[in-house]
């Protein structure tokens, strides 16, 4: 297995688009946090995360996390209310999702024939969460590449430029219509945002704890003819022990 | 080859709600029954406990509740130029599976229909004149009256245990209480859950506009309940994680709750869960039912023989078990003849999202699936719709069940889809919103309908319901002309910024509207233009009963569960008194 530092990535991004899927990226290893984007005016962004943060990444391999983390951020970016997605961990909730069963096609149903049909209709393509990832992920890094360019090292204004392009529909990933793929990366960022910190996504609640939602708590007798008052506690999670830890469980199956 | 088993007296397809009471009542009367269940057993221990239930990405989002799609899917397409395509994730609708059936993951909303409703094209011909209704509306009465159906609707609420202010009692206008429903014969077993911020905001400025607002009716209840059936139920939380969950605390009413215990204990009564019905089969003449074939969840397949078979599957697949079963004549949109599939219909979801300043703490959390406050003066016939140039309504209320924020992070038009501006507005208006539904009624149109698919499978073999819909233009200007109502609610309880979405067409299974949906099996009487009779028998084939939200022949201004209960009652009744005494035709036809 390939094993490269985080500075490699960084500075050979060409090279990593090639490299094979099963590399990973541990925390020791991005010993270097990655250069992201963040609201300031420079344009060039100054990392919200720190190296001892870092997911271990399963499903993407290292080109993909540089564009995914990037990608993520521009999507929910840290501001003056909080985290943005890399320090609500958002990428780390996409890679164990497309890592596991939902990214494998989980309550997706795979027959043919494949008929692209009307919007009216919803998604009709054969690939899976994970397939269409890793299509769209190689087309945009091949799109980059002719271009001489890498997304995560563009200003932040230039990252949205081009989201926006994929979000339109105005490119085509090796077949897939763009806007299919912006929408899912989409969704399953604001999941991951504020899905259970369970599944890996809204690190220590954050999200949560932004809006006010009191996460999985229960009981609202008391409180809900106190019309008006602001609901002050702790969110709760539903993987926390007695103490308060949050124990990961991104393979909670969906269905009973 | 299937393996032929000992004959019953009933089978029963599909162990929810409707299929729960049956058995129950037909098990207590002596007949030996067996409920064939496709999904899995589940009770409220140790299936629905907290923590596990409290999960949005599971429950909401990847619809664990629900039909497995992957397996069993429907196709879809708005028009019948269009090739329809899978349903390949759910989301406008949500149908359920597994013991206690959909209504599992419902929400408790407990109205009954009005009077108007079950005589519809007679009033409203009498009302508005014969040439009132656009060309393509196929509507038609119930072939039951709201008089036929009082009593039934009683015992399912008092069932239920129903929390709820009555508003008619044998006549009597009764303050608090919804003054236009029907006279009901006494108040709901419970009084009404406590009334969230919203409901109370929502009542405060309905009523300054002279409207009549009342506490909607939860079977979620507001205090200790023990039902008729000696089941007890227990007082609900407000935890906001009711519709597409199960219910951890016994204070939401589903069959587990309230039925399926004293159904279970009765030995006269077999369940067999993941149990898939292929068919219920005829003899030669067509016009006798034999029992149902179905495969268990080993992949071994079975002859089931039954004097008496009920399907009592949700309403989409009760129009495909009929069509499988060569039951009825499949309608044709082109001719507009046939009747299995006809009149499939829906409900006609609007919103208006009301945007208060930082001061107005909402807590959205803070709810039940049945805790808001609404009027029903823009519903159904309660105004008059002279000039207007459509029929039917919409209750307008602040019923919002829950503040989930993965699906519910309300934001202001204009606001991007993403990014920092995507992300303020979040922050800013998640505990500052109240939402408005606009829950609208449905008219059958002569081009909407269910068939069975030419492409697609089940994991079977047997060929998907096809659904083709859109909305009839009668509906969406109904959706425009209530919409406009409720904005102005939204102006009076003194919102910073007031939006209304009207629903607009086309129909799209991208975006989650309700799981209300109904026709396809439709009552009436006759059989040119139904598919069973007033008491829920097949006309073609007299020893099935087919009960569902399939049998409306189009859908009223309210959820539907409710007036199902009461159906449900109704035909257990007839097969109680009249068909098992002596099986055949209750209605000629």
């Avoid at chain 1, 609500?88 to 909730?93: F, L, M, S």
């Avoid at chain 1, 809204?202 to 009191?214: E, H, L, S, T, Y």
């Avoid at chain 2, 014969?185 to 400025?205: M, V």
């Amino acid at each position: 297995m390939d094993r490269v530092t985080r500075r490699s990535f960084v500075t050979g991004v060409g090279a990593a688009s090639v490299l094979p899927a099963a590399t990973l990226l541990t925390s020791a290893q991005a010993a270097e946090p990655v250069k992201q984007n963040s609201p300031d005016a420079s344009g060039i962004a100054t990392p919200d995360v720190s190296a001892a943060d870092r997911p271990t990444y399963l499903f993407f391999n290292a080109a993909e996390v540089l564009f995914i983390e990037a990608a993520c951020e521009r999507l929910i970016p840290a501001d003056e209310n909080g985290p943005g997605a890399l320090g609500a961990g958002v990428p780390n909730y996409l890679d164990k999702q497309l890592g596991g069963a939902w990214g494998a096609g989980e309550r997706l149903y795979r027959s043919g024939p494949w008929v692209l049909g009307t919007a009216t209709q919803g998604y009709q393509l054969p690939f899976t969460p994970a397939e269409l990832f890793r299509t769209c992920l190689r087309a945009i890094d091949h799109e980059m590449t002719a271009k001489n360019a890498a997304f995560h090292e563009m200003s932040g204004d230039q990252q949205d430029v081009y989201l926006k392009s994929l979000e339109s529909g105005a490119h085509e990933l090796d077949g897939v219509p763009s806007d299919i793929f912006f929408d899912m990366l989409l969704k399953m960022s604001i999941e991951g945002f504020f899905a259970d910190p369970a599944y890996g996504g809204n690190k220590d609640m954050v999200a949560w704890r932004m809006i006010g939602f009191p996460g999985a708590y229960a009981d609202y007798y008391e409180s809900i003819d106190k019309h008006g008052v602001k609901f002050e506690r702790e969110p709760l999670s539903l993987a926390e022990d007695g103490r308060g830890h949050v124990h990961m469980r991104p393979d909670i199956p969906a269905n009973l | 080859m299937a393996q032929r088993l000992k004959e019953v007296d009933v089978v029963i397809v599909g162990v929810g709600m409707v299929g729960t009471m049956v058995a129950k009542e037909l098990a207590a009367a002596g007949y030996k029954v067996v409920g064939l269940e496709r999904g899995q057993t589940r009770a409220t221990v140790p299936e629905f406990q907290s923590p596990g239930i409290h999960d949005e990405l599971r429950f909401d989002v990847r619809k664990a509740l629900m039909q497995d799609n992957t397996r069993e899917p429907v196709t879809f397409r708005n028009h019948g130029s269009q090739i329809a395509l899978p349903v390949r994730r759910w989301e406008s609708f949500l149908p359920g599976t597994g013991l206690g059936g959909s209504m599992v993951h419902w929400n408790g909303q407990t109205y009954r229909f009005q009077a108007n409703d079950f005589q519809l094209a007679t009033r409203t011909r009498e009302r508005y004149g014969k040439n009132f209704l656009d060309a393509d509306l196929t509507i038609q009465d119930w072939g039951v009256t709201y008089d036929d159906l009082e009593p039934h609707y009683d015992r399912f609420e008092y069932l239920l245990g129903t929390s709820g202010k009555a508003g008619n009692i044998k006549g009597q206008i009764q303050p608090g209480g919804d003054p236009h429903e029907s006279p009901r014969s006494r108040d709901y077993p419970t009084p009404p859950q406590k009334e969230h911020y919203q409901g109370a905001l929502f009542r405060k400025a309905a009523a300054g506009l002279g409207y009549h607002p009342f506490p909607q009716p939860s079977s979620n209840l507001s205090q200790p309940y023990t039902n008729p059936e000696g089941l007890k139920l227990n007082t609900c939380v407000f935890c906001g994680f009711c519709e597409r969950y199960a219910c951890e605390h016994y204070a939401k009413s589903v069959p587990q709750t309230v039925l399926l215990p004293v159904l279970l204990a009765n030995p006269n009564f077999e369940l067999r869960t993941g149990c898939q019905v292929q068919r219920i089969n005829l003899d030669s003449t067509k016009k006798h039912a034999t029992g149902v074939t179905y495969i268990d969840a080993v992949g071994r397949e079975f002859e089931q023989p039954a004097s008496l078979v009920v399907s009592s599957t949700f309403a989409i697949n009760n129009i495909r078990m009929l069509l499988l079963s060569g039951i009825g004549k499949p309608y044709d949109p082109a001719s507009g003849q046939g009747v299995v599939g006809r009149n499939y219909a829906y409900q006609t979801m609007s919103t208006v999202a009301s945007f208060f300043d930082e001061d107005v703490i909402i807590n959205p959390f803070m709810a039940s699936g049945a805790s808001g406050t609404l009027i029903n003066d823009f519903a159904g016939d309660n105004f008059d719709h002279s000039g207007l140039g459509f029929i039917g309504g919409a209750f307008i209320g602040a019923v919002n069940t829950n503040g989930r924020p993965i699906e519910y992070h309300p934001t202001p038009p204009g606001t991007p889809n993403w990014g920092k501006a995507w992300k303020q507005a979040v922050v800013k208006h998640y505990n500052h919103t109240v939402m408005f539904s606009l829950h609208g009624s449905s008219m059958a149109a002569r081009q909407n309908y269910a068939d069975l698919d030419p492409t697609y499978r089940d994991a079977w073999g047997q060929p998907v319901l096809r659904i083709t819909f859109d909305f009839p233009q009668n509906d969406l200007k109904m959706a425009a002309h209530v919409t406009a109502k409720g904005v102005e609610i939204g102006k009076a309880m003194g919102a910073k910024q007031v939006v209304g979405n009207p629903r607009k067409g086309p129909y799209t299974v991208t975006q989650y509207q309700t799981t209300h949906n109904t026709g396809g099996t439709v009552m009436g009487d006759n059989p040119k233009t139904s598919v069973v009779n007033r008491y829920l028998q097949s006309w073609d084939v007299p020893n099935v009963f087919v009960i569902g939200a399939s049998n409306y022949p189009q859908n009223a201004s309210w959820n539907p569960t409710c007036t199902l209960g009461a159906l449900t009652y109704w035909a257990i009744d007839a097969l109680k008194s009249k068909y098992l005494k002596n099986p055949g035709r209750l209605v000629s036809a």
